[in-house]
């Protein structure tokens, strides 16, 4: 099963899902037993050479699966999402490129097939996420360093599961490292029903959190309104209602947003920032509007606004204890090092 998140509707990501779910089906059969003897089945996967348009660049492969050495783990996919990271990835403007030629995707769920014989963290059966971004997770199966994969609990949702290392774990560190909020605290956020912003209203719900959640206008809004409140959302606004001169009194029944999170940019984020109480911080992860952030000189001068970005590669990186270094031979085929699938010699 592969998911298809954030893009869908897309034309790229349509494609993407298309040729994931055909890629699904012709590699594996939902019976096919776990164990370290076990065949390796024909792996296919999502592989682009250069950057570019996903629907023109990437392309579904066969290729070869690696023999499992002694770090090595041999991990079956089980479902993998498509992000905006993993399309700005392909097209070059991401903060984190890898080696060409890669396999796309940098998030998804894999159950562990077999393992080298120094691996001691996994061992088969076991049910497996990516460590960090660039992993490579669009393909039915492949191997990858232990040391590159986290073990999590098999009685996750398989979807959950799939979607487990990005969306929550921005909501989370956003809502604890920026600002010192105590419950009852308010938080505003833009794309509220995206990945991340579904996860701060869950998170912020467990805290004691209360949220502002901003939307777009669309003909089912009671529909969305009401899913976002079985989260945990207390309100539920879309941008025009946020623009409204009303939304003064809003704010008089409720304490003034000391955080708020941006995924848009543009006039939505102009929106968060004219709300947030005096020395509060805004926390931009995303530009879905491709269009700055402005804030105007009173704002920064008369409330002393902060301006803040996260990205939470860098913040796994600035938080991740030194490994050892290791020199891994580059695998044929030209594929990143620390996923050893690699194409077919030539017939």
């Given at each position: 099963m592969w998911g298809c998140g954030a893009l869908l509707g897309a034309r790229a990501g349509l494609r993407l899902c298309r040729e994931l779910f055909l890629a699904w089906n012709r590699g594996w059969s939902a019976a096919a037993p776990y164990s370290a003897s076990a065949e390796p089945s024909r792996v296919r996967a999502l592989v682009y050479g250069h950057h570019g348009d996903p629907a023109k660049v990437v392309e579904l492969k066969n290729l070869e699966l690696a023999a499992v050495g002694g770090s090595d783990v041999h991990v079956k996919m089980l479902a993998a999402p498509i992000n905006p990271s993993d399309i700005n990835m392909i097209q070059g403007n991401y903060g984190l490129l890898p080696k060409l030629p890669a396999v796309g995707g940098n998030e998804g769920v894999g159950q562990v097939v077999a393992v080298g014989s120094s691996v001691t963290g996994?061992?088969?059966?076991d049910w497996v996420i990516p460590a960090s971004a660039g992993l490579g997770t669009w393909q039915?199966?492949?191997?990858?360093?232990?040391?590159?994969?986290?073990?999590?609990?098999?009685?996750?949702?398989?979807?959950?599961?799939?979607?487990?290392?990005?969306?929550?774990?921005t909501a989370y560190r956003m809502l604890m490292d920026f600002e010192q909020l105590q419950p009852g605290d308010c938080v505003i956020q833009n794309a509220s029903n995206s990945g991340v912003g579904q996860a701060v209203i869950q998170i912020a719900a467990a805290l004691g959190l209360r949220t502002v959640n901003v939307v777009r206008d669309r003909p089912d809004l009671q529909k969305l309104t009401?899913?976002?409140?079985?989260?945990?959302?207390?309100?539920?606004?879309t941008e025009e209602e946020l623009r409204k001169h009303e939304m003064k009194n809003f704010f008089k029944d409720m304490p003034p947003p000391r955080l708020?999170?941006?995924?848009?940019?543009g006039k939505s984020s102009t929106e968060?920032?004219?709300?947030?109480?005096?020395?509060?911080?805004?926390?931009?992860?995303?530009?879905?509007?491709?269009?700055p952030v402005i804030a105007s000189v009173s704002q920064l001068i008369f409330k002393d606004l902060k301006l803040?970005?996260?990205?939470?590669?860098?913040?796994?990186?600035?938080?991740?204890?030194?490994?050892?270094?290791?020199?891994?031979?580059?695998?044929?085929?030209?594929?990143?090092?620390?996923?050893?699938?690699?194409?077919p010699p030539p017939s």
């Open positions: 996994v061992k088969p059966g039915t199966e492949a191997v990858f360093s232990e040391e590159a994969l986290i073990s999590i609990p098999r009685d996750l949702p398989l979807q959950s599961a799939a979607t487990l290392s990005v969306n929550p774990c009401d899913r976002l409140k079985s989260l945990g959302a207390e309100h539920v606004l708020a999170l941006n995924s848009v940019g968060l920032l004219r709300h947030l109480a005096p020395g509060g911080t805004m926390v931009t992860y995303g530009g879905m509007a491709k269009q803040r970005g996260f990205w939470l590669s860098q913040w796994k990186k600035d938080h991740s204890p030194e490994p050892e270094p290791v020199h891994h031979p580059s695998p044929p085929g030209g594929l990143a090092a620390q996923n050893v699938t690699r194409p």
